[in-house]
């Protein structure tokens, strides 16, 4: 005897079709993940871009410093350094690396002391003991300098050695440092 019965035509395992102009829920679900995975790509480059500049701009101020503090070195030197024989490219060397209020000072100085630094015949070497940049970005810098300058003249022609400790302000100006103050500590 073989069983017969009736198979329900109305029962299926298929979703209805979503009405006209609207998602179904899986669809809906389907799309999520890769609007999640693009928003974390995109949040991932906003970090690393801001990572990135933020680094670049740490290594423009430590470049900066660096060339502030070469700079100090330069000038204390320069200041420090002279020569009866070639007074003119030892002053002039100091003026066109000077800037504002300072540099209309330095000359002045400068101008004041040259006739007594030809009549007797004085000379001045300096030496770099200690520099470190007190503060400083890519647009000031305060370097402070130790140096030993080792002055003769006429009047005392064995060697004196004066230590001397300078607060040197730096200006980045024009593609490089001038100098904008110098004070003597």
Do not use: C
């Not at 693009?38 to 690393?48: E, F, K, R, S, T």
């Not at 020569?83 to 030892?90: C, E, I, P």
């Not at 647009?139 to 402070?144: G, K, N, S, T």
């Amino acid at each position: 005897m073989t069983d017969t019965t009736a198979v329900d035509d109305t029962t299926t395992d298929t979703v209805p079709d979503p009405p006209p102009g609207t998602r179904s829920l899986r669809d809906r679900l389907k799309r999520r993940p890769s609007a999640v995975v693009l928003l974390g790509v995109v949040a991932l480059l906003a970090v690393l871009g801001g990572g990135s500049f933020t680094l670049w701009q740490n290594q423009q101020t430590d470049r900066a410093r660096t060339s502030a503090l070469d700079a100090g070195r330069q000038y204390a030197t320069d200041l420090a350094t002279y020569s009866y024989q070639d007074l003119d490219t030892n002053l002039s060397l100091v003026k066109s690396n000077s800037v504002g209020e300072f540099a209309g000072q330095y000359s002045q100085v400068a101008s004041n002391l040259r006739d007594m630094i030809v009549q007797y015949q004085a000379t001045s070497s300096a030496q770099i003991v200690q520099a470190g940049l007190a503060s400083g970005d890519q647009d000031a810098a305060e370097v402070l300098v130790f140096l030993d300058q080792t002055v003769t003249n006429s009047n005392s022609p064995d060697p004196r050695v004066d230590r001397n400790r300078m607060q040197l302000s730096l200006v980045h100006e024009g593609g490089g440092w001038k100098l904008s103050n110098v004070q003597l500590l």
